[in-house]
């Protein structure tokens, strides 16, 4: 599962960067009039940029078994949960799906990381 999460978190981190620069380029890839309840379209996209920088980092510690970065992850990977629901009304089907691989992330960090912590 610790393999798995930091493998999630590495493609969640890409798909959040495609979705950030797609955001902020002004891409016609989004749903048209789009009405969010902070800020705008631009805005969501740099702070998915920014979300996916830390993702990526906190998978390559992951991946070497740091202990405590799970820790990080499961706020990381609930911070972008969160995110993924202000983003939905952009693109809402994969905004969700994006939200239930944040979710098995969270899972498997918290069930299955403490065996992390325990073999280093």
């Not at 969501?44 to 820790?71: D, M, T």
Request: aromatic content about 14%; overall charge neutral.
């Amino acid at each position: 599962w610790v393999l798995f999460d930091g493998t999630m978190l590495a493609l969640l981190a890409t798909l959040n960067v495609i979705d950030g620069v797609a955001a902020v380029s002004n891409s016609t890839f989004f749903t048209a009039n789009a009405k969010f309840v902070l800020s705008d379209l631009n805005s969501w996209g740099w702070v998915l940029i920014g979300i996916s920088v830390l993702q990526l980092l906190l998978a390559f510690g992951i991946w070497a078994r740091v202990k405590g970065l799970r820790w990080i992850g499961v706020g990381i990977a609930s911070l972008n949960a969160v995110i993924q629901l202000m983003f939905m009304p952009a693109y809402p089907f994969w905004s969700l799906c994006l939200f239930t691989l944040d979710i098995l992330v969270i899972y498997g960090l918290i069930a299955h990381g403490a065996r992390m912590d325990q073999t280093t």
